[in-house]
């Protein structure tokens, strides 16, 4: 597979496991209402979902070894399907949330097959685009998945946006039915030679300075409905507008971060870190006031989009030599953080209110920023 309608194909995919996955962001404050839970017990839709995948995804990839890497991604997107569709009949909170784990047992399935299709495709000047492609589909899946879920959930209700979500997984699964070849990626199955990257001291540290990142991204993003609500005073339909902005200059952020990932990665990593800083500061003194916080989405969307594929390319770095492997890794280590940051945001809320969430993403940041500094020094490469 080496087309870029290929990997524009795998993203598709993407869009949907992520609209289920985030789409419910948008949602927590009406699924928190309906079910009489705290917002931040509400956040375990979203911690529960990717703690399964940190812990479960490299299992799950050498469970399937064995089976075809096109019906693996085809079965991972109708497990999604039907999850949103029982979704929207549950009875209870604690339903609802079993009925979120099931199908986060396959997203690292598909995550890592589309990723490792990306990273062996074209030559290495190629891979950051290749990449960023697969990582489209998060994007745009901010850019409509979530603000259209947020939407349904406003016009309609909660059951809506998980029947859309369904659909969007539905169409998912027919587009890649029809148009996407056999897949050949490398093989998942975990060898001798494969485990020995385990052994490499930089991989550690691009995993702790992932992990950080990741938790600090989320830290407040997983609670951004509820910011806008309480802290900006916005309104549903205004909420999910907030949304699909923060998503469409999403795009463009994506678009930045893998075209100069690919010639500074230091550099770029560094300045995101700095900026995504700058824009929480930002967030604590301007939250309140109307028509700067709409700026502060647009600059805050921008900055945020890149982190997934910045996170993902100083990673796999680490080990080119075993793709699959080291992208369910990531993907575990990504949702682990994920996990990390929703409930580091929800004790936050907490203990301080929804107002000073920012600052547990300030923290994790000045603290990514350390590790990226020092992995600087230790290793003295430049392009590090």
Same mark, same amino acid.
């Given at each position: ?61 050498? !469970?399937?070894?064995? *089976? ?9 997107? @109708? %497990?999604? /399907?039907?999850? +949103? #569709? =029982? ?60 603000? !259209?879920?947020?939407? *349904? ?9 998980? @029947? %859309?979500? /369904?659909?969007? +997984? #539905? =169409? ?75 998503? @469409?200059?999403?795009?463009?952020? +994506?678009? =930045? ?128």
């Amino acid at each position: 597979m080496r087309t870029e309608k290929d990997l524009w194909l795998l993203a598709l995919g993407v869009f949907g496991i992520t609209t289920t996955e985030f789409g419910v962001i948008g949602v927590l404050p009406d699924i928190a209402m309906a079910f009489h839970v705290t917002i931040d017990k509400a956040g375990w839709l979203l911690s529960a979902f990717a703690l399964i995948v940190a812990f479960f995804g490299p299992f799950m990839m050498m !469970l399937f070894s064995k *089976i075809n890497r096109k019906t693996l991604l085809l079965f991972s997107l @109708l %497990i999604f /399907a039907v999850a +949103n #569709v =029982l979704s929207a009949f549950a009875t209870s909170f604690y339903h609802l949330l079993i009925i979120r784990m099931l199908p986060a047992f396959f997203h690292p399935v598909y995550w890592s097959i589309a990723l490792s299709v990306a990273i062996n495709t074209g030559d290495k000047q190629n891979t950051s685009k290749a990449v960023s492609i697969i990582f489209s589909g998060l994007t745009i899946a901010t850019v409509l998945g979530v603000p !259209l879920a947020t939407f *349904i959930s406003a016009m309609l209700n909660w059951q809506g946006a998980f @029947l %859309i979500t /369904a659909f969007i +997984n #539905v =169409l998912a699964l027919i587009g890649i039915k029809i148009w996407l070849p056999p897949v050949t990626a490398g093989s998942p199955k975990v060898t001798g030679p494969q485990t020995n990257i385990f052994r490499n001291s930089l991989l550690w540290t691009n995993l702790l300075l992932a992990f950080f990142i990741i938790t600090a991204m989320y830290s407040t993003y997983g609670y951004m409905a509820d910011f806008l609500k309480q802290v900006s005073h916005m309104q549903g339909g205004t909420i999910s507008i907030m949304l699909l902005l923060f998503g @469409l200059v999403g795009i463009g952020g +994506n678009y =930045l971060a893998g075209r100069y990932m690919s010639r500074q990665p230091y550099l770029t990593t560094l300045l995101f870190l700095l900026l995504l800083s700058g824009v929480h500061l930002l967030l604590y003194w301007l939250g309140g006031s109307f028509m700067p916080m709409v700026l502060l989405v647009v600059i805050w969307g921008l900055v945020h989009a890149g982190g997934f594929l910045i996170s993902n390319i100083q990673v796999t770095s680490s080990a080119p030599q075993a793709s699959e492997l080291i992208n369910s890794v990531f993907t575990s280590c990504g949702n682990l953080a994920v996990t990390a940051g929703a409930l580091l945001g929800g004790h936050w809320i907490a203990g301080y209110g929804i107002a000073n969430v920012v600052w547990s993403t300030v923290g994790c940041l000045t603290i990514a920023i350390l590790i990226l500094l020092f992995k600087r020094i230790k290793y003295q490469r430049p392009g590090l």
